[in-house]
């Protein structure tokens, strides 16, 4: 299993420009979820999702949409970028938290807006 | 407000020592607890979790965490300390009322004097 995988590693975008952040995940996992690191701080949940075909917001989902149309993937959608949402995102999977199940996480994307 | 709070946001511990890194959280059941650890550049790991049973957990790279009611803690302690050991601890809760998503401290910054 290669896990969680997220694409591209790094990106620099123009303040304006809008950008996918590609999540796939390969354990058969329901639950997926999108988070932001900004430096020095711990992890704000954007988005996540229970199952394909649905989602809900977390912390900060403002700025960014997000769609689950397979298990297996989890874009995050960014459509007018904003320095502010200069970070760093991890992208993680988990077959069900209700039993402590294990998060997995993705490697991250460092985003750079301009 | 619920919340999981991580008073040290950085500690500095000589190679060998042991080290003990603090968490409490003000969930009103029982919540599902983590650790993880997260290395410069890098995603995060599972260090332990702990969601009934023995209070003391032990974890992978010698860690371990001691879950008390009383005082509403979950705090991470290592006997002796690498400097492998050198990363950012985050503690995190899964609210026993809303198990879909996992709430994460600010994190703790761990270095190691040689």
């Known amino acids: 299993n290669a896990g969680v995988t997220q694409t591209p590693k790094f990106r620099i975008l123009k303040i304006g420009q809008s950008m996918t952040l590609q999540c796939t995940q390969d354990?058969?996992?329901?639950?997926m979820y999108w988070y932001r690191q900004d430096p020095g701080m711990g992890l704000k949940l954007i988005y996540y999702?229970?199952?394909?075909?649905?989602?809900d917001k977390g912390e900060v989902p403002n700025g960014y949409n997000v769609s689950r149309s397979t298990t297996e993937d989890f874009p995050l959608r960014l459509e007018l970028a904003a320095p502010s949402q200069t970070s760093v995102y991890f992208c993680a999977s988990s077959y069900s938290l209700k039993t402590g199940d294990t998060q997995y996480f993705g490697p991250g994307t460092r985003l750079t807006v301009l | 407000a619920q919340s999981v709070t991580q008073p040290d946001i950085h500690i500095t511990v000589s190679e060998g020592a042991s080290l003990e890194l603090r968490c409490n959280y003000s969930?009103?059941?029982?919540?599902?607890l983590f650790w993880y650890v997260q290395s410069p550049g890098q995603g995060l790991q599972l260090l332990l979790k702990y969601f009934s049973g023995d209070t003391l957990v032990q974890g992978i790279k010698g860690f371990e965490a001691e879950f008390k009611r009383s005082q509403s803690s979950f705090n991470l302690r290592k006997p002796s300390v690498h400097w492998s050991d050198a990363a950012e601890y985050f503690c995190?809760?899964?609210?026993?009322?809303?198990?879909?998503?996992?709430?994460f401290g600010s994190g703790t910054r761990l270095s190691i004097r040689p």
């Open positions: 999702s229970v199952g394909a075909g649905i989602t």
């Open positions: 995190a809760v899964v609210p026993y009322s809303s198990a879909s998503k996992i709430i």
């Open positions: 969930y009103g059941a029982t919540p599902y």
């Open positions: 354990m058969n996992h329901n639950y």
